[in-house]
Every structure is written in C-alpha cells, then in structure tokens.
T-cell receptor, first 109, second 115 residues
Framework: SQQGEEDPQALSIQEGENATMNCSYK?????LQWYRQNSGRGLVHLIL?????REKHSGRLRVTLDTSKKSSSLLITASRAADTASYFC?????????FGAGTILRVKS | EPEVTQTPSHQVTQMGQEVILRCVPI?????FYWYRQILGQKVEFLVS????????KSEIFDDQFSVERPDGSNFTLKIRSTKLEDSAMYFC?????????????FGPGTRLTVL
C-alpha cells in the first residue's frame, strides 16, 4: 500500500487565492512533514505536525492532521507566484520518511 | 542558518563507472540519509546511517551502493558500477534524533546522469 498520497495531482490558481492540498496515508505515524520542491531543485522543509497535534500554522501555511481519517491538509493562503512548486507530504516509517507523489501547484500572476 | 550541502550539483558519468556523491550534514545532527528521485517520480528512501553504521536500507540499496562517513563532517554515497537506471537526483538529509522526532533537512541534491 502507498503511504503519503497527495491530491490533487495538479492545482492551478490565481495569485491571491488560497491553495489546499491533501495527503492520505495508510499506517500509524509519529509525525507528518510537508516539503516544497521547486522544479529540479532540492526539498525545502515547510512544517512538521506531530500525531498528537491537530493543526499547526507557519506564516501563510496552515496544516491540519486527522489521525482518525489518516489524512492531512496543507493550506497556503494568499498565494504568490513564488509559491509555484511541487508539494510533498512525508510520513515517518521507522527511521525514514516515505513520500507521496506530490501536488504540482501553479500560481498564475 | 545551518544547512545540508552536497557536491557536485551535477555529475555525468559513463555506464559502469564508479561515482561518489558527497554530503556535509548539519554539524550537530546524528542521523544521515540518502534518498533518490528519478525524474518525475517520488522521492525514495535509500539508506539511513547512525553511529557509523547503516541502520536501515531499502531494496534499491543493493551491493552496488555503499555509504561512508570518512571523517567527522562528510557523508558519502558510492555507486560502484553505475547503470543507466541510476540516473536520478540524489538527496542527502540529516536529522538530530531520527525521523520519528525531528524534521529531516535535505541538501540541494546531486543530479546524476549515466550515459
């Protein structure tokens, strides 16, 4: 089974709009992390939410976690063109991270 | 702000050649990792390293791969005899106490192209 699957696969919005990306996973976790990847570049850590947390904020980012549904969402408010990137959720499995396929976000100016 | 660094940023090699990818993890981190991302695909775990030994490896990490921490700062991934399918972006990552507790911080990656 796949761990950390995001939807939608691709999202295109206008600058200023909010973007919501979802992630589902299969097994129990200690934490869930969100990363951003600009095209062909490295992975930038955005936020970590622990299994006993329900919501976390960081600047324009809001992450929620519902362990009963084994799902998480990443909300980017007031999007900017610079937010254009791929966004991945990753869950801990033992001592490693398991990544989903990612959501490609395009913010049009 | 401390960061993970990787060299080279791009490596081109002929099939069958050995390559060594280098990483300098964040200085006080204890756990080190290699991941790879084939173009257009997911980021995949290769190996984790703690206390100078491999703590976990994936089925991708076969006998052609090895890791080493030759000194107190560098962490290397060696591929002995590269294959075309080894072409990918290779990411090094480090964390303070392990993935169950802390963020993993990733380097910018090395793009390996095997011809």
């Amino acid at each position: 089974s796949q761990q950390g699957e995001e939807d939608p696969q691709a999202l295109s919005i206008q600058e200023g709009e909010n973007a919501t990306m979802n992630c589902s996973y299969k097994t129990s976790i200690n934490n869930l992390q969100w990363y951003r990847q600009n095209s062909g570049r490295g992975l930038v850590h955005l936020i970590l939410i622990r299994s006993n947390e329900r919501e976390k904020h960081s600047g324009r980012l809001r992450v929620t976690l519902d362990t009963s549904k084994k799902s998480s969402s990443l909300l980017i408010t007031a999007s900017r063109a610079a937010d254009t990137a791929s966004y991945f959720c990753a869950t801990d499995k033992g001592n490693k991270l398991v990544f989903g396929a990612g959501t490609i976000l395009r913010v049009k100016s | 702000e401390p960061e993970v660094t990787q060299t080279p940023s791009h490596q081109v090699t002929q099939m069958g050649q050995e390559v060594i990818l280098r990483c300098v993890p964040i200085s006080n981190h204890l756990y080190f990792y290699w991941y790879r991302q084939i173009l257009g695909q997911k980021v995949e775990f290769l190996v984790s390293f703690y206390n100078n030994e491999i703590s976990e490896k994936s089925e991708i990490f076969d006998d052609q791969f090895s890791v080493e921490r030759p000194d107190g700062s560098n962490f290397t991934l060696k591929i002995r005899s590269t294959k075309l399918e080894d072409s990918a972006m290779y990411f090094c990552a480090s964390t303070l106490q392990g993935s169950s507790y802390n963020e993993q911080f990733f380097g910018p990656g090395t793009r390996l192209t095997v011809l």
